[in-house]
């Protein structure tokens, strides 16, 4: 009884160690955890990453693990599948399409401007305090329609969201219940963000325009808590995914002064006689500030687990698996490991992002359908930073490991700038 959840303990203490140790002791291609009474399988060997997350549904899905959140997020995209998963993932693509997520390069370089003017006037600021508001702020002009959200709204849906994540991190692995007093009150702190999101939504919808997301989705037939449930799902996959992961690629940038004066060179290259980056050379030209995303997402792939179960008896990497069975896949311990990058923990520009053990989306029908976006605001943050600011100090070095909570939460990472001459010399003529 005991040996079922032995693993347990280790893995709430420290789970990032956890996974990185069972990845890196591997003996077999699968690794079984003592997680609780279901068979729980860490998936080890990158071959298998394929046929897993292209399994039809019928024999490999989302499964238990990912169930457990609807009784905290509901049922949307991430923890539903069949035909309706299908239709709204159709729904949320028109938006996020590779050449549709192109034109929102004038309006987030705008938006991630402001906030540069910020930055410039604190001259020293925390890394995620200004990379999650801008990545919230492109996904809700995304749903909502630009500018529809006042920043009271936005600064009411951060505290929604901060209201609803940890408990959502902390139900996927609880095997024994809460105790009643604690249900409660994690009962109410579900229901005062709930209440807050709905609040600011249905403010947000009677304003959205119509070529806004929310109207694909109310499009759809969503209305009322399904269509809550698929913003907010939308909302915490979008928002603090990127903005931890550009808070990491600021830091490395602030590390690196020749690699911020490469960037800064790089924007030049693909800006037009006024400055603007030129959406069409930002795919095509702009390769180092893609290669600075890759390494940022290698090193802090923000779904740093991501589960399947088995819903038939199958073979996989010599293992029989009965129904019922968990696979995790770990980028974090994936894309860390010697076994697949050298020198791992080291951030570079001179790797190869094409390889099996690289998965910060995922892959097949479920990968991240905001992947698009997401990849467009990391290299315009890294352009418009680095283009602005010269790093003039960086802290603390060695930065500590994220925090895995839903998604990897970064430490406070403080970074000192100074605007670039010809930057200054602008800002005093305007
Ligand atoms: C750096 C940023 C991001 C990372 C690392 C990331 C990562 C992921 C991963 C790994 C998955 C697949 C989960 C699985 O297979 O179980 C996923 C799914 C998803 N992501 Fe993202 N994501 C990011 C940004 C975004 C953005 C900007 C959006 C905005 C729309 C978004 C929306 C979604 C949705 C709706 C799903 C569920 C897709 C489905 O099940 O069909 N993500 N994301």
């Not at 069972?22 to 060997?45: E, R």
């Not at 457990?68 to 028109?94: C, D, F, P, W, Y």
């Not at 109410?188 to 009677?206: E, T």
Request: net charge positive.
């Amino acid at each position: 009884m005991f040996r079922m959840f032995s693993d347990l303990s280790a893995f709430r203490h420290d789970t990032l160690g956890f996974f990185e140790s069972h990845y890196n002791q591997a003996q077999t291609p699968l690794v079984k955890l003592n997680l609780g009474p279901s068979p729980v399988y860490l998936v080890a060997d990158p071959d298998l990453i394929k046929p897993i997350f292209k399994a039809t549904e019928a024999d490999i899905d989302k499964g238990r693990l990912i169930y457990k959140l609807r009784e905290v997020i509901g049922l949307n995209s991430l923890t539903m599948s069949g035909q309706a998963h299908r239709e709204r993932r159709a729904a949320i693509h028109q938006h996020m399409a590779k050449g549709i997520a192109t034109s929102y390069v004038p309006e987030i370089s705008a938006m991630i401007r402001e906030f540069i003017i910020k930055a410039s006037k604190d001259k020293c600021f925390d890394a995620h305090a200004i990379t999650a508001p801008i990545a919230l702020r492109a996904i809700c002009d995304v749903i909502f329609g630009r500018g529809t959200l006042t920043s009271q709204d936005i600064a009411a849906l951060l505290n929604a969201v901060e209201l609803v994540e940890d408990d959502v991190a902390d139900k996927i692995f609880r095997a024994i219940p809460d105790w009643p007093w604690i249900a409660l009150r994690k009962k109410k702190k579900l229901a005062a963000g709930r209440a807050i999101m709905g609040h600011v939504i249905d403010k947000a919808s009677r304003k959205s325009t119509r070529s806004s997301l929310i109207q694909s989705l109310q499009d759809l037939g969503l209305r009322g808590e399904a269509l809550r449930d698929e913003i907010l799902l939308i909302i915490m996959a979008g928002h603090h995914t990127t903005g931890s992961v550009a808070a990491w690629l600021l830091y490395h940038i602030g590390l690196d002064a020749d690699l911020a004066a490469r960037l800064a060179k790089e924007a030049q290259c693909i800006c037009d006689d006024e400055g603007e980056i030129i959406p069409e050379k930002l795919n095509k030209q702009a390769s180092l500030s893609r290669t600075v995303a890759n390494e940022a997402l290698r090193l802090y792939p923000s779904s740093y687990w991501m589960s399947r179960e088995v819903l038939r008896p199958i073979e996989l990497g010599n293992t029989h698996l009965k129904s019922g069975t968990s696979l995790i896949i770990c980028p974090w311990a994936m894309q860390r490991s010697s076994q697949h990058y050298n020198v791992p923990e080291t951030f570079r520009t001179d790797r190869s992002y094409v390889s099996k053990s690289f998965i910060p989306f995922g892959l097949g029908p479920r990968a991240c359908v905001g992947m698009g976006l997401a990849m467009l605001e990391l290299q315009i943050i890294a352009l418009e930073f680095a283009s602005n600011f010269e790093f003039t100090s960086v802290s603390p070095v060695p930065a500590p490991n994220p925090k895995p909570s839903v998604t990897l939460v970064p430490p406070r990472l403080m970074l000192s700038v100074k605007l670039r001459d010809h930057k200054s010399q602008t800002q005093n003529a305007a």
